[in-house]
């Protein structure tokens, strides 16, 4: 059985199939808790998006952009020696993370940093264009 969006089955609100999909999308990721990221606010129309990608290299992550949905996500090989740990508190595992972007929004680039992975992002000034209409005669 799949739960929709009440608000979306209304007859009077036609064609917002990709928006309902697009919520969907956004609760899942949502869900999801590794690994942790902070999204920063830089400037009037800069954001950041850090996420903790301790013992990551640039070669073990990707970020990739599908339509308006950035995913992130880390591979790790796994090391060829045996180890022994005594405790094991750093997460190893592989990760995938998805951010639905706003329109407008692109991303800048992306830098990996003493373990911390930022994707900045901007919103480009809008070029304020008048478009004119034509009208015909029936």
Same mark, same amino acid.
């Given at each position: 059985?799949?739960?929709?969006?009440?608000? /979306?089955?209304? &007859?009077?609100?036609?064609? /917002?199939?990709?928006?309902?999909?697009?919520?969907?999308?956004?609760?899942?990721?949502?869900?999801?808790?590794? &690994? &942790?990221?902070? =999204?920063? #606010?830089? @400037?009037?129309?800069?954001?950041?998006?850090?996420?903790? +990608?301790? *013992?990551?290299? &640039?070669?073990?992550?990707?970020?990739?952009?599908?339509?308006? #949905?950035?995913? +992130?996500?880390?591979?790790?090989?796994?090391? *060829?020696?045996?180890?022994?740990?005594?405790?094991? @508190?750093?997460?190893?595992? *592989?990760?995938?993370?998805?951010?639905?972007?706003?329109?407008?929004?692109?991303? =800048? *680039?992306?830098?990996?940093?003493?373990?911390?992975?930022? =994707?900045?992002?901007?919103?480009?000034?809008?070029?304020?264009?008048?478009?004119?209409?034509?009208?015909?005669?029936?």
């Amino acid at each position: 059985m799949t739960t929709r969006t009440l608000l /979306f089955d209304s &007859p009077f609100l036609l064609g /917002f199939d990709q928006t309902r999909a697009l919520i969907d999308r956004a609760a899942k990721a949502a869900a999801e808790s590794y &690994p &942790p990221y902070n =999204v920063e #606010q830089r @400037g009037e129309r800069d954001v950041r998006i850090t996420l903790a +990608v301790a *013992g990551f290299t &640039p070669d073990d992550l990707s970020v990739t952009l599908e339509g308006r #949905q950035m995913t +992130v996500s880390g591979k790790r090989e796994a090391s *060829g020696e045996d180890q022994a740990f005594l405790h094991r @508190g750093i997460a190893a595992r *592989g990760f995938m993370r998805s951010f639905v972007l706003a329109d407008g929004l692109e991303i =800048v *680039g992306a830098r990996l940093e003493h373990g911390l992975l930022h =994707v900045d992002l901007t919103r480009p000034e809008d070029a304020q264009i008048v478009r004119r209409i034509p009208i015909s005669a029936g």
